[in-house]
DNA sequence: CACAATTCAATTGTGCACAACTTATCTCGA
DNA sequence: TCGAGATAAGTTGTGCACAATTGAATTGTG
């Protein structure tokens, strides 16, 4: 089948791979915090600010309960994070920091940089490239 | 933590989100053939050139036998490829097309083209992201 | 007020990723 | 040639993603 699309020639392959070789990046980083790459997404997101239920933090990351209720009840465990019925509310759910979890940014403080340094790209090729992702991403979402 | 990272500034959750992103796209078209990202992955590969051994196609996808043996089993239930133990070398399982593999490659040529679609940005700009993303992926690869 | 429709979180089930380990086969050097 | 090390594929166990469903709480409407 001669026509066929060919794996090298597709963007979307190109993301799945740079995407796998960035979390590859930060998977050793994050051991040492005792996290796997989408927790840290997590704790990134209530070290900005918190509490929050688990819809706003799925809507900042783009995940479901479906993803999120197991991955919140494994902080949970680790003692970063405690999850409280809301009293106005009963249906939500808030997702507050421990000082356990308060105290890890931190140590994470210097975590972006590494991915910086293996990137091999400058700022401003970074910074170019994370423009046109969200602009990809913006439209990917909006195309149905 | 007023000096955490932001979620918002990190190429590496750009990379996230576009990987996912594309892919969601992708799943509704590629639901028509019964196949999974990755699985058209693995035909995408196989349809440029087979029989390949999994170690083989490993290097191309960059997955490891832990992915891919329970997900060529799949493959393999569907009819669309089966995998014989080598003559020459019997560690070896090499994987080959079935008639029903290789049919399906002709249905599976308009689909890049729905992302292209999809991506709102132009050929150029996609060209330009492949390459940046190809450089990323190299030089995070061997960052380590 | 009543109650149907909606919303939120959790659960279930499937399929990747990936580390760690297992088993079978092969290769190469003493 | 024989045995240690390397290599190929598969298995096991953990943790995402995501669709589909469930159950509880809330909201909107007649």
Chains 1, 2 share one sequence.
């Not at 796997?36 to 600010?49: A, K, R």
């Not at 790209?121 to 910074?127: A, F, I, K, R, V």
């Amino acid at each position: 089948m001669k026509d066929a699309p060919r794996l090298d020639r597709q963007v979307c392959f190109a993301l799945y791979s740079a995407s796998r070789a960035a979390t590859a990046v930060y998977r050793p980083v994050l051991e040492d915090l005792g996290l796997t790459y989408p927790q840290y997404l997590v704790m990134l997101v209530l070290w900005e600010s918190e509490p929050k239920g688990v819809k706003e933090l799925g809507g900042e990351l783009g995940l479901d309960s479906g993803t999120l209720s197991p991955l919140l009840k494994r902080l949970e465990a680790m003692g970063l994070v405690e999850r409280r019925r809301s009293g106005e509310d009963e249906r939500r759910v808030a997702v507050h920091l421990t000082p356990a979890g308060r105290e890890l940014s931190s140590k994470a403080n210097a975590i972006p940089q590494r991915l910086a340094e293996a990137a091999g790209l400058s700022d401003g090729e970074l910074e170019q490239l994370r423009s046109t992702l969200e602009r990809l991403t913006e439209a990917l979402h909006s195309s149905h």
